[in-house]
């Protein structure tokens, strides 16, 4: 059986430095892409050609069979990316952006105060952004990730300032997904323990 997302011998350089060389990787529905290694290693280099955002030297990404460059606005839809950078409005309001994001989407919850509420950020949904802590700021960007119907989730460092109690929740949030059938590609330094299939790349 072809997998819902492949990647075939994908080089990518930076600089005069080989980030990666015929790297193929195949992942379907309930799965999870870890990638694994050091800062400077090539993951969040990765997610972003995956993502469409850099240009790789070599190789080809299919989704469904077809390649991803000649159906980028399907893949596009079917993605949602947590980033290192939350990348929010800092003066607007938490709502304010996850509202405006979820406008620009086809497909989106409208359970904003479940969703909010669930990540125990309910009380902060009027503040600015710029005023919410780095680990607040995290939850809103799951927040975003749950107002999607995306099937594929690209999660880059998604624990980063999270304590114990965030990092549980994360884990839970994509163990629900996966269990959905959705995907998740996530790069990450900590072990990384769930009970769903597990494919690890590990750069260099």
Known sequence: MTAKLTADSLTLFRGERCLFENLSFALNPGELLL????????KTSLI??????????TGEI?????????????????LVWMAHRVG???????????????????????DLDDILTRLNINRLKRLPVRSLS???QRRVALARMLMSAATLWMMDEPVTNLDREG???????????????GMVIMAAHQD?????????????
């Open 35 to 42: 990638l694994e290694g050091c800062n400077g290693s090539g």
């Open 48 to 57: 972003r050609a995956i993502a469409g955002l850099i240009e790789l030297e």
């Open 62 to 78: 299919y989704w469904d069979e077809q390649p991803v460059r000649r159906q980028r606005q399907v893949f596009n839809n079917e």
């Open 88 to 110: 929010f409005k800092a003066d607007l309001s938490l709502v304010e952006n996850l509202r405006f994001e979820s406008a620009l989407r086809r497909d989106s919850r409208h």
């Open 134 to 136: 780095a680990g607040q």
């Open 167 to 181: 990092r549980s929740l994360v884990m839970t949030l994509v163990s629900e997904h996966l269990a959905r059938g």
């Open 192 to 204: 990384i323990q769930i009970d769903f299939p597990v494919h690890t790349i590990q750069l260099q």
